[in-house]
Nanobody, 122 residues
Framework: QVQLVESGGGLVQPGGSLRLSCVASGSIFSLNAMGWYRQAPGKEREFVARITSVGVTNYADSVKGRFTISRDSAKNTMYLQMDSLKPEDTAVYYC????????????????WGQGTQVTVSS
């Protein structure tokens, strides 16, 4: 199995910053693309950012220039640096990883963390 655990969420004022972390653990054969998604109150879950195993990144238009995604392959950890936060960034942020667990049959699956709350309010 592959487990994902997010951390770093909290309450921050508009214009402030937070850094989210996502640690992958378990019987990992390969950890491929990883990404962040969020779901605001009363809204659908949306894509935020992704990063491939070789460091290629993509961002949602709403966060370009403000958020930075990165990963530390040696630690199986992904980060989301969030700067210039706005009230509309308030949401539960979820970590996602495309990974292949050790075992048979070989298959790449999507794994999700439990989410971490980010609240931007004055």
């Amino acid at each position: 199995q592959v487990q994902l655990v997010e951390s770093g969420g909290g309450l921050v004022q508009p214009g402030g910053s937070l850094r989210l972390s996502c640690v992958a653990s378990g019987s990992i054969f390969s950890l491929n693309a990883m990404g962040w998604y969020r779901q605001a109150p009363g809204k659908e879950r949306e894509f935020v950012a992704r990063i491939t195993s070789v460091g290629v990144t993509n961002y949602a238009d709403s966060v370009k220039g403000r958020f930075t995604i990165s990963r530390d392959s040696a630690k199986n950890t992904m980060y989301l640096q969030m700067d210039s936060l706005k009230p509309e960034d308030t949401a539960v942020y979820y970590c996602m990883a495309n990974a292949m667990a050790r075992g048979w049959p070989p298959a790449a699956l999507e794994y999700w963390g439990q989410g971490t709350q980010v609240t931007v309010s004055s």
